[in-house]
């Protein structure tokens, strides 16, 4: 049974870094595209970043683009996302997902495109 555990949120002032990380376990991680998403109150659950299985292609969101890196070691069975320069709009619960894709370029960047996802971590960035 694949299962992804996020960590490392909190609460930040905006122009700080937070760096997530989510433990990836039950199968071979390597096989899975990595997404990170992120859901506001009130607001719909959003692509923020994804990571193709070996290359190290990704995708952003225009929102984040320039200020996150997405990152993974399938040594480690990990994916990270570096978040610089935060804001008070970036203040959301984030999750980790993964998908099992043929094409090991693949980057979806749609909520339904993603298999297994990970309980999430609260992100608040203060003004």
């Known amino acids: 049974q694949v299962q992804l555990v996020e960590s490392g949120g909190g609460v930040v002032q905006a122009g700080d870094s937070l760096t997530l990380s989510c433990g990836f376990s039950?199968?071979?991680?390597?096989?899975?595209?990595g997404g990170w998403f992120r859901q506001a109150p009130g607001k719909e659950r959003e692509f923020v970043a994804a990571?193709?299985?070996?290359?190290?292609?990704?995708s952003y969101a225009n929102s984040v683009n320039g200020r996150f890196a997405i990152s993974r070691d399938n040594a480690k069975n990990t994916m990270y996302l570096q978040m610089n320069s935060l804001k008070p709009e970036d203040t959301a619960v984030y999750y980790c997902?993964?998908?099992?894709?043929?094409?090991?370029?693949?980057?979806?960047?749609?909520?339904?495109?993603?298999?297994?996802w990970g309980q999430g971590t609260q992100v608040t960035v203060s003004s």
């Open positions: 039950g199968r071979t991680f390597s096989n899975y595209v």
């Open positions: 997902a993964g998908a099992v894709k043929a094409d090991p370029f693949a980057l979806p960047t749609i909520r339904g495109a993603y298999d297994y």
């Open positions: 990571i193709s299985r070996i290359g190290g292609r990704s």
